[in-house]
């Protein structure tokens, strides 16, 4: 069995919704998961913003501009008179539930009821259409099996189990349908997985039911090897470790956020990443297995603070790392490049919000200098300590470019530089030519 997510664009319109359902025509036993339909969960954040301020009007007036798009969605999801009645109760059934929250006290609970809407929308209008194309076909309810603890950490033991029962409830069907993102708390109350949710319930029933695969399908032809806005010849990686994945997610690369692949990773579930629009092509499948390929990715990540701490004591001091990083720690900062010479080190920030105070801090015992506006190039790939040349491919594809700090060797997986953000897509192309595409002389 495998699991298949489609995202909100992929359900956004009633012809994308027809595309799905041919997509998932073949016998093969799955679950399908999809979010609510584009745009809808950002409506829901507005209006419940709104009818937390005890603004109802503005929240009943978003509610219709809301909603009432859905009747024309239903009239060109269905060809019947029996579906698209069908569809009009679905709708008439959730707006007028969701005017029932205007007047009423309105607090987080309610906010998280509301927000779950979209997905239970789109999944009963979904399902509708199936029956109507004469599918055989289940919705699973899934504020009936997904479930998080009291640190709002999924519960895999028991989606497993909940899940398994209710497929179980259903022996004569091949093909169940459930809603991503929407979830119970530890209280058993209606909750969600996060903006974005929707990954993760598609990787948590991957990994809880130990699925064949797990397939995210989106309107991108899988992870490319390099930024597709700034690189001209990018191409699809057709594989990649859980290792690679995790390095390229945290440099901002379009690929799935690295919490909703850990489930997948800890139970070595491939994760497969597909077009919608292309579903022919192979996309990019994440899994459990190293490849003896150098080079596999590019990624950046911009407006990076580089702060380098020179000791004013002398050489061979030792605590003067304890002394800095402890700055660092007080201040909750995060550091995630470091490269060190005997005398000073050199770092690099994310979030600059407290470095005035850090700055201060440091200069107590040691002399600073900060550069803004720096870019982290990260390549990744497999650079085990036994590899020659992967090196003398960089530097010379960097040729041209002021490279500020290099970091090599930190894990196998990862090579960053630190650039000005101005040579960025200078540098991102300089490398793409000389990694991928020029011929390798040793
Ligand atoms: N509908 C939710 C959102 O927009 C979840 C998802 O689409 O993944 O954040
Ligand atoms: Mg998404």
Same mark, same amino acid.
């Given at each position: 069995m495998k699991v298949l997510k489609f995202g909100g664009t992929?359900?956004?319109?009633?012809?994308?919704?027809?595309?799905?359902?041919?997509?998932?025509?073949?016998?093969?036993?799955?679950?399908?998961?999809?979010?609510?339909?584009?745009?809808?969960?950002?409506?829901?954040?507005?209006?419940?913003?709104?009818l937390s301020k005890g603004d109802q009007n503005a929240g009943l007036a978003a509610i219709d501009a809301l909603m009432k798009p859905y009747y024309d969605f239903v009239d060109q999801l269905y060809s019947t008179d029996t579906a698209k009645a069908k569809g009009k109760a679905i709708i008439d059934a959730h707006y007028t539930h969701l005017k029932s929250y205007a007047g009423k006290a309105f607090s987080e609970k309610e906010t998280k009821e509301v927000l779950a809407e979209g997905e239970l929308i789109?999944?009963?209008?979904?399902?509708?259409?199936?029956?109507?194309?004469?599918?055989?076909?289940?919705l699973l309810p899934a504020l009936e099996f997904m479930k998080t603890d009291a640190d709002s950490e999924p519960v895999l033991t028991y989606i497993e189990e909940k899940l398994n029962a209710l497929i179980k409830q259903a022996p004569d069907t091949h093909l169940f349908i459930t809603q991503g993102y929407i979830c119970r708390n530890h209280q058993g109350e209606v909750d969600n997985l996060k903006r974005g949710g929707s990954d993760y319930t598609g990787t948590l029933i991957g990994a809880a039911l130990r699925l064949e695969e797990i397939q995210i399908w989106t309107d991108i032809d899988g992870m490319h090897n390099n930024d597709p806005r700034i690189v001209k010849r990018?191409?699809?990686?057709?594989?990649?470790?859980?290792?690679?994945?995790?390095?390229?997610?945290?440099?901002?690369?379009?690929?799935?956020?690295?919490?909703?692949?850990?489930?997948a990773h800890e139970r070595k579930v491939p994760v497969r990443l597909l077009n919608t629009m292309q579903p022919e092509q192979k996309g990019t499948v994440i899994n459990s297995k190293t490849s003896d390929r150098e080079f596999t990715a590019i990624a950046a990540k911009d407006s990076i603070t580089a702060i380098k701490i020179k000791s004013t004591r002398m050489l061979l001091a030792?605590?003067?790392?304890?002394?800095?990083?402890?700055?660092?720690?007080?201040?909750?900062?995060?550091?995630?490049?470091?490269?060190?010479?005997?005398?000073?080190?050199?770092?690099?920030? #994310?979030?600059?919000?407290?470095?005035?105070?850090?700055? $201060? *801090?440091?200069?107590? =015992? !040691?002399? /600073?200098?900060?550069?803004?506006?720096?870019?982290?190039?990260?390549?990744?790939?497999?650079?085990?300590?036994?590899?020659?040349?992967i090196v003398k491919r960089i530097f010379d594809s960097l040729q041209?470019?002021?490279?500020?700090?290099?970091?090599?060797?930190?894990?196998?997986?990862?090579i960053s530089?630190?650039?000005?953000? #101005?040579?960025?897509?200078?540098?991102?192309?300089?490398? $793409? *030519?000389?990694?991928? =595409? !020029?011929? /390798?002389?040793?």
């Open positions: 992929s359900v956004g319109k009633p012809e994308r919704m027809h595309s799905v359902a041919k997509l998932i025509s073949d016998k093969d036993q799955k679950i399908v998961v999809l979010s609510a339909v584009s745009g809808t969960t950002n409506a829901l954040v507005d209006i419940s913003d709104k789109s999944t009963k209008l979904f399902q509708e259409y199936l029956v109507e194309q004469g599918y055989n076909s289940v990018t191409f699809p990686i057709p594989e990649l470790s859980f290792d690679e994945a995790a390095e390229l997610a945290y440099f901002g690369a379009k690929i799935l956020h690295p919490t909703c692949i850990r489930p030792y605590g003067f790392l304890r002394k800095v990083f402890e700055v660092f720690e007080k201040y909750k900062t995060p550091v995630d490049m470091i490269t060190t010479s005997e005398v000073a080190v050199s770092l690099t920030i #994310d979030d600059d919000k407290n470095l005035d105070k850090v700055i $201060n *801090e440091l200069r107590e =015992f !040691a002399s /600073v200098e900060v550069d803004k506006n720096q870019t982290i190039v990260c390549i990744v790939g497999s650079f085990g300590a036994d590899k020659t040349g041209s470019i002021p490279v500020r700090m290099i970091s090599y060797g930190g894990s196998e997986n990862n530089i630190l650039i000005q953000g #101005d040579h960025k897509a200078e540098t991102l192309n300089a490398l $793409n *030519e000389g990694l991928f =595409f !020029a011929e /390798v002389v040793r």
